[in-house]
Structures are given as C-alpha cells and as structure tokens.
C-alpha cells in the first residue's frame, strides 16, 4: 500500500502562486509514477499533471501547460505542483496519484489515491 498526503491548499487572490506538496509513504516512492488531479464542485475529476518515476518524463494537460509545474523530490518522497497566475477556475480539490506502472492521462489507472487538498482563487 502506499498512502498519500496532500498539503499546501487554501485561499488565495487571482494571480497568486501556490505549491502543493503530497508526501508519500509505505512503500519505495520512486518506484512510483506520480500525478495530480483536480475536481472543481459539479464537475469531473480533471488531470493535471502527471511525473515518472525518475521525473524526467512529464505531462500536462494541454490547458494547463505554462502554469503549473510538477516537481518530485524521491529523496523527500514528496511530490509538489506549483501553480502560478491562478484563476478562479481554479478552485477545485487537488488529488495527488500514485501507480506503478501507469504515467497516464487517465485518473481510473491509478492505484493510489489521497484525500485531496482544498484550492480556491477568489476574483
């Protein structure tokens, strides 16, 4: 099992920044490919972003590339994304992922879930 832990949520103005930080355990983290979603109240679970194992190959969703930044400190087993000019859209909870073999788009291939972390821009 590998349990994750998201941190670095909360409130913040239209065009601040934000690092969200998911610290893993239970088993060896670079093992592991890593991802953040996001689901926003009324609407479907969202990718992201998305890190392999060493953190050299790395996606984004086409929409959200140029604003947010995955990161992974194997070291640390930690995961971060950095959000930068945040927009009210936004808002949503963000879940980190974890799975062994998937670097997918895909939120259903994943094995490994955390609770989440509360994100919201006000305007």
């Known amino acids: 099992q590998v349990q994750l832990v998201e941190s670095g949520g909360g409130l913040v103005q239209a065009g601040a920044s934000l690092r969200l930080s998911c610290a893993a355990s239970?088993?060896?983290?670079?093992?592991?490919?890593m991802a953040w979603f996001r689901q926003a109240p009324g609407k479907e679970r969202e990718f992201v972003a998305a890190?392999?194992?060493?953190?050299?190959?790395?996606r984004y969703a086409d929409s959200l590339k140029g604003r947010f930044t995955i990161s992974r400190d194997n070291a640390k087993n930690t995961v971060y994304l950095q959000g930068n000019s945040l927009k009210p859209e936004d808002t949503a909870v963000y879940y980190c992922?974890?799975?062994?073999?998937?670097?997918?788009?895909?939120?259903?291939?994943?094995?490994?879930w955390g609770q989440g972390t509360q994100v919201t821009v006000s305007s």
């Open positions: 239970g088993r060896t983290f670079s093992n592991y490919n």
């Open positions: 890190i392999g194992k060493s953190g050299v190959t790395i």
């Open positions: 992922a974890a799975d062994y073999s998937s670097l997918s788009y895909t939120g259903d291939e994943y094995d490994y």
